[in-house]
């Protein structure tokens, strides 16, 4: 409307010449102002991320259990990815911060942490950073930040009691500056979107007037969508992040349906290859690690490096291993922690392994025992089996993650091995360090033995598959999964700058 009029106006003899000056003045005064504005100090926030992590159960099925830990801790747990920039041409030193916090309205926070820091040199500003959480406002790190530098806060928080779409608000105050957010910009903000949004109207009203052209409207970027049904089944390690990923593609593709089942990688990998003929194509794997066996399956792409933890319920009065230690546990070579550690006090040890179509079993034995793990002389976990000698050590096999963890964190003395992410979120339990170092990717990069990479598999090649498989194959390696992936403390096999991550590539000794 406002379009039309102006085009009719410009019909006048000196319609386009006043409409020159015209855009020429709003423009220059438009950049002045922004100039003006760069000047000073000014912080970015920009929500990333805000959703809930809970599974509908008509899709996610078992996975629901790895997200709420039985229902016994995370209640209506979700994730929240703040992007913090300094978009100034000013640098922020630590003196210039007067207040700096996220306000999580009636959400406690429970967890928290930085990701994607750039430059590089940031990791060092935060990484003893203290995050104190458990209240609904969250105090971020006061670091010097030059023009252009930005980190990531991941937060994870209950929603539970929350009203609808909570926020997640930034109040913070600069000396000398301002701040920016999505929701609330200052007023040197509001006035160069202002000008540039009139700019663009006269701009668009000359060329329509000069030109007779029409212009196409943006589009979001998204998925390349495809339509019909896919299952994703394996990980149990894994299968919490796929099926939120699953469930964030599906809000871009509404007639996709994907289900994700953690059934553990071997299952995974041996319902895709003996699946019927048509529903090949519509069913990817997902396993910790490459599995031999599998002839008419290819490990379509890696997808992120899975770092594992050794945990210990919490009564447990240790804090780091050495590989040998390790290695006589899982052996079951040992009853008593004082058997592993002469200094401890006499305490029951209770081996709470994986089965052995288990990826994260597999790892265990590949990269850190060197041999198979002790048979399993257990079923509960807490008495041995009928014949075996009472000097045998407890050992029971569990098959998926969840169990694994619900084990551990009830029975005092108890030992086993969960993926990090996953170890990181439940109560109750604590990580070990292996010979000092910790279950970190920077620690692995150093030497830290037991990670693995996540590979999706298809039957046959992927290009060969149905085009649903094919785009959410895809999806998972985009910017956005990227993202997401690396806010739960896995590494993603592309890393921010499209670049292959070595640790996905290069061969393992």
């Known amino acids: 409307m406002v379009i039309s009029v102006l085009v009719e106006w410009l019909t006048a003899q000196q ?51 790895v997200m709420d830990r ?14 913090v920039k300094n978009v100034g041409r000013t640098p922020i030193h630590e003196r210039d911060y007067k207040t700096l916090k996220l306000e999580f309205a009636g959400r406690p926070t429970i967890a928290a942490g930085t990701t994607e820091e750039k430059p590089d040199g940031l990791v060092d500003d935060l990484k003893d950073f203290d995050w104190k959480v458990g209240d609904e406002t969250l105090q971020l790190p006061r670091i010097g ?11 994870l928080l209950s929603n539970a009691g929350a009203p609808p779409n909570p926020p997640a608000k930034p109040i913070a105050r600069l000396s000398e500056g301002g701040i920016v957010t999505q929701a609330d910009n200052p007023r040197t903000r509001r006035t160069i979107i202002a000008g540039a949004a009139l700019s663009i109207l006269l701009a668009g009203a000359l ?92 490990p379509a792409r890696g997808v992120a490096v899975v770092p594992y933890s050794i945990v210990v319920h919490n009564n447990v009065p240790v804090s780091d291993l050495p590989p040998q230690a390790l290695q006589r546990i899982f052996h079951g070579e040992a009853a008593d922690w004082r058997d592993i ?37 257990s079923d509960s976990c807490d008495v041995l089996r009928e014949g075996v000698p009472a000097t045998e050590p407890v050992i029971c096999e569990q098959t998926t993650t969840s169990d694994v963890l619900a084990k551990v964190r009830t029975r005092p003395g108890a030992v086993g091995y969960v993926d990090t992410p996953n170890a990181l979120l439940t109560p109750g339990v604590k990580q070990l360090r292996l010979a000092g170092r910790a279950a970190t990717i920077d620690d692995i990069r150093a030497g830290y033995p037991f990670w693995t990479v996540e590979y999706l598999y298809s039957y046959g090649d992927l290009d060969k598959t149905d085009p649903l498989t094919r785009s959410f194959a895809n999806y998972l390696i985009d910017a956005e999964a990227r993202s997401m992936i690396a806010a739960q403390q896995y590494a993603p096999c592309v890393r921010t700058d499209g670049t292959p991550e070595p640790l996905c590539t290069t061969p393992r000794e």
């Not at 039985?70 to 992007?83: F, G, K, M, Q």
């Not at 019909?228 to 996709?256: N, P, R």
């Not at 179509?357 to 265990?364: I, Q, T, V």
């Open 15 to 65: 319609g386009v010449g006043s409409l020159i000056a015209a855009l020429v003045l709003i423009v220059g005064v438009t950049v002045f102002n922004q100039y003006q504005a760069r000047r000073k100090r000014v912080l970015s926030f920009r929500v990333r991320f805000n959703s809930p992590l809970g599974f509908s159960p008509d899709y996610a099925k078992s996975v629901a259990r």
């Open 70 to 83: 039985d229902n016994t801790h995370i209640a209506e747990p979700a994730l929240v990815v703040v992007r």
């Open 145 to 155: 930040l030059n023009p252009g530098d930005e980190y990531k806060v991941v937060v």
């Open 207 to 298: 060329v329509a007037t000069l030109l007779f052209v029409e212009s196409t409207p943006f589009r979001r970027d998204a998925p390349v969508c495809a339509s019909g049904e896919l299952t994703v089944e394996g990980s149990s390690a894994f299968a919490g992040i796929a099926a939120h990923l699953a469930k964030q593609y599906m809000t871009y593709c509404g007639d996709a349906k994907i289900t994700v089942i953690a059934a553990g990688s071997f299952e995974g990998l041996d319902h895709l290859q003996n699946a019927a003929p048509e529903q090949r194509p519509r069913r990817l794997a997902l396993a910790d690690g490459k599995f031999i066996g599998f002839s008419e399956l290819v």
């Open 341 to 377: 550690l002469p200094t401890l006090p006499s305490a029951p040890l209770r081996v709470v392994a994986r089965d052995d179509r288990s990826g994260s079993r597999r790892a265990l034995e590949t990269h850190v025992l060197k041999t198979r793990q002790a048979g399993a002389t």
